[in-house]
């Protein structure tokens, strides 16, 4: 069963537009990932917040953990034309950090 | 620095065969996870390895068996394939099992199709 529930699951914007998308789980976590996967290949990390984290940037990214609702946000800002791709994120629990929960994922299009 | 490899990109197969997958892990990795993609869904644990064993297995049948070799590259062995079985197989590496090696790095992936 997959943990992690994104939201929308389809998402289409202009470039230079904000571009955020959700993520709810339902169990506890060590930690909350995101991913980007372009046109159905390999998934390209993105970002790690912890679970005593509450926010965290890297460059145009930015990603909140609300613990309390199981649920977590991406932002990217300034959207381009190549930030098109699949998001996912991925949650791992208890001592199994490196095995990851994939949820169904946002596909972000991005128009020029 | 070499990252995760893959082989072979793309697969066809035909229902009842059997079929084996390869991954070499990044540079200065020790462990590999394997993955499930269907088409449209999130990827799916499979196993992981680490010093040649299985340490984790996700809800996949006994169909679905692996391998490491002392070099840390890893095999992915699937046999009376089905048709359900068509997918991308992600192959991931990380260093370790300490709970601070979070970071995988996923290979391109393997498109396996099942006629």
């Known amino acids: 069963s997959q943990q992690g529930e994104e939201d929308p699951q389809a998402l289409s914007i202009q470039e230079g537009e904000n571009a955020t998308m959700n993520c709810s789980y339902k169990?506890?976590?060590?930690?909350l990932q995101w991913y980007r996967q372009n046109s159905g290949r390999g998934l390209v990390h993105l970002i790690l917040?912890?679970?005593?984290?509450r926010e965290k940037h890297s460059g145009r990214l930015r990603v909140t953990l609300d613990t309390s609702k199981k649920s977590s946000s991406l932002l990217i800002t300034a959207s381009r034309a190549a930030d098109t791709a699949s998001y996912f994120c991925?949650?791992?629990?208890?001592?199994?950090?490196?095995?990851?929960?994939f949820g169904k994922g946002t596909l972000l299009t991005v128009n020029p | 620095d070499a990252g995760v490899t893959q082989s072979p990109t793309h697969l066809i197969k035909t229902r009842g065969q059997q079929v084996t997958l390869r991954c070499s892990p990044k540079?200065?990795?020790?462990?590999v996870s394997w993955y499930q993609q269907a088409l449209g869904q999130g990827p799916q644990f499979i196993f992981q390895?680490?010093?040649?064993?299985?340490?984790q297995r996700g809800n996949f049948p006994d169909r679905f068996s692996g391998h490491q070799f002392p070099n840390y590259s890893s095999e992915l062995n699937v046999n009376a394939l089905l048709l359900g079985d068509s997918a991308l197989y992600l192959c991931?590496?990380?260093?370790?099992?300490?709970?601070?090696?979070?970071?995988?790095?996923f290979g391109p992936g393997t498109r396996l199709t099942v006629t």
């Open positions: 991931a590496s990380s260093w370790g099992l300490a709970p601070r090696t979070y970071e995988q790095y």
């Open positions: 169990t506890s976590i060590n930690n």
């Open positions: 917040i912890r679970s005593n984290e």
């Open positions: 991925a949650t791992a629990r208890g001592g199994s950090n490196y095995k990851l929960t």
């Open positions: 540079s200065g990795h020790d462990t």
């Open positions: 390895y680490y010093e040649e064993e299985e340490r």
